[in-house]
Nanobody, 128 residues
Framework: QVQLVESGGGSVQAGGSLRLSCAAS?????????MGWFRQAPGKEREPVAA????????FYADAVKGRFTISQDNAKNTVSLEMNNLKPEDTAMYYC????????????????????WGQGTQVTVDS
């Protein structure tokens, strides 16, 4: 079992930056193999943002955030971060951290069912 706790959300003006962090705490079993971020805006479905594999640090991004967001990890601290730059009002959403027991690929990272553990979410609001 892995418990995930997100932090770093908040409000920012369009064009600004925020950094989200997610701390993973293993309560039993083996360490996760990948972590990712999803987001969900009111009235919309949860959508993938980015993911990273623990072993080789391969990272994947949704088209909507490529070039603006960067995912990184610190395996020693069991944390994953999401650096978000040039934020837009359409980035406003609840952001969720997720962990998978399996390594992910450029297609699989997009699917919520590929993840075994989820955090409670942190709100990001971008004002125009």
């Amino acid at each position: 079992q892995v418990q995930l706790v997100e932090s770093g959300g908040g409000s920012v003006q369009a064009g600004g930056s925020l950094r989200l962090s997610c701390a993973a705490s293993k309560t039993s079993g083996s360490q996760h193999s990948a972590m990712g971020w999803f987001r969900q805006a009111p009235g919309k479905e949860r959508e993938p943002v980015a993911a990273i594999n623990r072993h080789d640090s391969k990272d994947f991004y949704a088209d909507a955030v490529k070039g603006r967001f960067t995912i990184s990890q610190d395996n020693a601290k069991n944390t994953v971060s999401l650096e978000m730059n040039n934020l837009k009002p359409e980035d406003t959403a609840m952001y969720y951290c997720a962990a998978s027991d399996e390594a992910l690929g450029p297609l699989s990272f997009q699917y919520p069912d590929e993840y075994n553990y989820w955090g409670q979410g942190t709100q990001v609001t971008v004002d125009s």
